[in-house]
Nanobody, 126 residues
C-alpha cells in the first residue's frame, strides 16, 4: 500500500515562496505519476501540476505556469513542488496523489487518483 505524506506548507506573504514535499513511507514512488492538487473549502479539487514517473514530462495548470516547478528525486523517494511568487489565490490545502496513468493524458487532472496524501495547508496572506 502506497502511503503519501506531504510537508512544507505554511503561512507566507504574497510574493513569497514555499517548497512542498511528497514522500512515501511505503512503496517506492519510482513507477508512479505524481500530481499536486489543491482545494479551497466549498470548492472542488483543482489539479495544479503533475510529473511523469521518469521526471522528463511535467505539466502545469495555466494559473501557476512560470511560478511553480515540479520535480522529483527518485533516490530520495520524494516529489517537490517549488512555489514562487505566491498569490493570495494560491491559498488552499495542497495534496499529492499517485497513479499509473500518464500525466500527458488530457483528462489526467479529472481522473480519480489511486493514492492520496493527507494534505498540507498553504496560506498566502499579508
Amino acid at each position: 500500500q502506497l502511503q503519501l505524506v506531504e510537508s512544507g506548507g505554511g503561512l507566507v506573504q504574497p510574493g513569497g515562496s514555499l517548497r512542498l514535499s511528497c514522500s512515501s513511507s511505503g512503496l517506492t514512488l519510482d513507477y508512479y505519476v505524481i500530481g499536486w492538487f489543491r482545494q479551497v473549502p466549498g470548492k472542488g479539487r483543482e489539479g495544479v501540476s503533475c510529473i511523469s514517473d521518469s521526471g522528463f514530462y511535467t505539466r502545469y495548470v495555466d494559473s501557476v505556469k512560470g511560478r511553480f516547478t515540479i520535480s522529483r528525486d527518485n533516490a530520495k523517494n520524494t516529489v517537490y513542488l517549488q512555489m514562487n511568487n505566491l498569490k493570495p489565490e494560491d491559498t488552499a490545502v495542497y495534496y499529492c496523489a499517485a497513479d499509473t496513468r500518464p500525466c500527458s493524458n488530457a483528462v489526467y487532472f479529472l481522473n480519480e487518483q489511486a493514492y492520496w496524501g493527507q494534505g498540507t495547508q498553504v496560506t498566502v496572506s499579508s
